[in-house]
């Protein structure tokens, strides 16, 4: 039996029926799943032999790590084999003078920030699901969070990584060298393909300095412009902001009243900047935010870490409204204030009674949009996903397309571009093993 022949490989406590297990749906509780087989390798050789016997049987799997995913990705929604990565969860020591360090795909990114951290360094990709995601699902889909603006996404932070084709074939590029030309990228290419062209099992990731002075203000504006002229302004002026984050009085309001936590004045719209370098630019950026009558800086860790929380814990204040339908997606800086305004109306228009709350990354464009309470959910992705194309944006920023958005890729993608994914997906993975159900649209 094919499960007999799994459990000949990683042991029988590593196999089982995932009917009622986390496994089976995604974060949103909006895709739901079914499979007879979990599975948790321990090593590249078991999971490449866990292949092997998938390939036998004519089965397919779905990579799985922290399953923090909101598109849809991570879930066996035809019965696949979930292939999940928790065991291959080892952090190595950082290496302080190269500034790296080299992890296994199931390695939570709290996990290697913590490890960085130890020696003085920091790891920059951070989000709110931080100690459940992993880093093979982060590589996955090339998550950013809110260190983008500075450090870029996750695809910058790999230095180097090592995953398994659908054959059971290695790619590794663990040298981790900066300079090497010598042909295609696979390690980029590896980057945000969802678990479709191979499964990451290590990476060798970049560290940055962990700056001694750190600098963090909320900002109140009147509208999404004015927080925009904000970000504009203080981002000009400065190369140390790390994150500058937007929030609506809706959405710290609820997240207040939710987590506890105190918000030091009302406005309209929020943004969350912080500044981290070797010297104080508390002066330096109170000089840029003179202008502004609404501000808070943080006076100390504690007070940090709940403006922090204030945003952080947006995605989970939602969900206590009830299961929201979640679009990530990027928009060009001189485009946001308008699409923030049209989202609203394109979402009213085929949902009357629905609750549209918009957060996210302003200063590279990143918006999250929450819609609660719409019953028509197709007529709704059509609504976000087409007004986003209409404002010149991208459907998925951060999550990937998934099984969400794979209909609507053509809003970002053009036919030829859908064409030569096709290509590269049939040449690495032709038999269609290696989660089958995302990003690129059915035939």
Known sequence: MFVDEIRAVVGSDHVFDGAGTSHVVDWTGRFVGVTDTVVRPGSIHELIEVLRVVRAH????????GNTGLVGGGVPLRGEVVLSTSRLNKVGVPDTASRRIEVEAGATVESVQIAATSVGLRYPVDFGAR?????????????????????????????????????????????????DNTGYDLRGLMCGSEGTLGVVTRAVLRLVPAHASVTTVLVGCASVADAMSVVGRVCHASDTIDAAELMSRRGVSLTSRVTGEAVPFEAEWYVLIESSTSQDQEAVLARLLAGCSLVAVAGSPSRRRALWRLRDEHTSSIATLGTPLKYDVTVPLESLPRFVAAVGEAVTAVARSAETIVFGHAADG??????????????????????????????SAEHGVGTAKREWLHLTRSADEIAAMRAIKRALDPDGVLNPNVLLPPL
Request: hydrophobic share 45%.
């Open 366 to 395: 990143n918006l999250h949009v929450n819609v609660l309470g719409a019953s028509a959910e197709q007529a709704v992705d059509e609504a976000v996903l087409t007004c986003v194309a209409a404002h010149r944006g991208s459907i």
């Open 131 to 179: 100690a459940s995601a992993t880093i093979g699902g982060t590589i996955a889909t090339n998550a950013g969070g809110v260190n983008v603006l500075r450090y870029g996404p996750t695809r910058a932070q790999v230095l180097g990584l090592e995953a398994v084709l659908a054959d059971g074939s290695i790619v590794s590029t663990m040298a981790g060298l900066l300079k």
């Open 58 to 65: 004519g089965r397919s799997v779905v990579p799985q790590g």
